[in-house]
Nanobody, 116 residues
Framework: QVQLVESGGGLVQPGGSLTLSCAAAEIRFSRFTRGWYRQAPGKGRELVALITGGGTNYADSVRGRFTISRDNAKNMIYLQMNSLKPEDTAVYYC???????????WGNGTLVTVSS
């Protein structure tokens, strides 16, 4: 059974840093487009960052502060978050998807709270 498991969320003060991890089971992560999404209270889910074999892509709101990376040997991806702001508070989800064949997997999310 395919599983994506996020970890590393928590409470952090504004200006602080956190690193999220996502471990994949029963799929070879590197064969998919992988990404981080987030959903803030009362809002829809939005893209944070994507990583493929060709590079990375970031939402404008996090570019320059967040970095997505991968460790194919460990079948994991990471999200390094720096200079965190209260508006970064959200549940962060890991996703792996492909178009051919069509597959789409999500983790259960990890909560990040940025507050003093």
């Amino acid at each position: 059974q395919v599983q994506l498991v996020e970890s590393g969320g928590g409470l952090v003060q504004p200006g602080g840093s956190l690193t999220l991890s996502c471990a994949a089971a029963e799929i070879r992560f590197s064969r998919f487009t992988r990404g981080w999404y987030r959903q803030a209270p009362g809002k829809g889910r939005e893209l944070v960052a994507l990583i493929t074999g060709g590079g990375t892509n970031y939402a404008d709101s996090v570019r320059g502060r967040f970095t997505i990376s991968r460790d194919n040997a460990k079948n994991m991806i990471y999200l390094q978050m720096n200079s965190l702001k209260p508006e970064d508070t959200a549940v962060y989800y890991c996703r792996a998807f492909s178009a051919a064949p069509p597959q789409d997997y999500w983790g259960n999310g990890t909560l990040v709270t940025v507050s003093s």
